[in-house]
């Protein structure tokens, strides 16, 4: 998806969820769909802050989650680490460096038709296959 299409999913789904479109939430949605970093709240709120000096961080962080209820960014859940977001809504799965966190995308077709087991299967209803490779980045490695 670019940028374009991005925020043409964005006014459909506001209109759809009834969710105002104002200036300000145009400005964080956009700020995340270039952001490739999978930022937290606080990550936008000190880029959103710059253009909207009056915004608070309740408001960034209340505008996110209301993004991730309406299925335009994912949450990616931290391990006891800050809420991170993530606008790439297709199908994917992540690199996790574990000393600076950094996330990085990649995708892989027979990961994406990654098996589940049948015990799984019969007890959880799966949405979403999301595998997580863990390491060291290349700074970090060297
Ligand atoms: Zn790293
Ligand atoms: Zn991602």
Do not use: W
């Amino acid at each position: 998806m670019n940028i374009e299409q991005s925020m043409a999913l964005f006014r459909e789904k506001c209109n759809q969820h009834g969710l105002k479109i104002t200036p300000q939430r145009t400005a964080i949605f956009e700020e995340m769909v270039r952001a490739k970093d999978h930022p937290s709240t606080d990550d936008l709120y000190q880029r959103i802050v710059r253009i909207f000096p009056n915004i608070s961080f309740d408001t960034v962080y209340r505008t996110l989650l209301s993004f991730s209820q309406m299925g335009i960014v994912n949450v990616v859940e931290g391990y006891g680490e800050k809420k991170r977001f993530d606008p790439n809504i297709e199908t994917h799965h992540h690199f996790r460096c574990m000393k600076c966190y950094e996330i990085i995308d990649f995708s892989s077709e027979s990961l994406d038709c990654i098996e589940i087991p049948q015990e799984l299967q019969n007890r959880f209803k799966i949405v979403n296959k999301r595998v997580v490779l863990e390491g060291l980045c290349d700074k970090c490695s060297k």
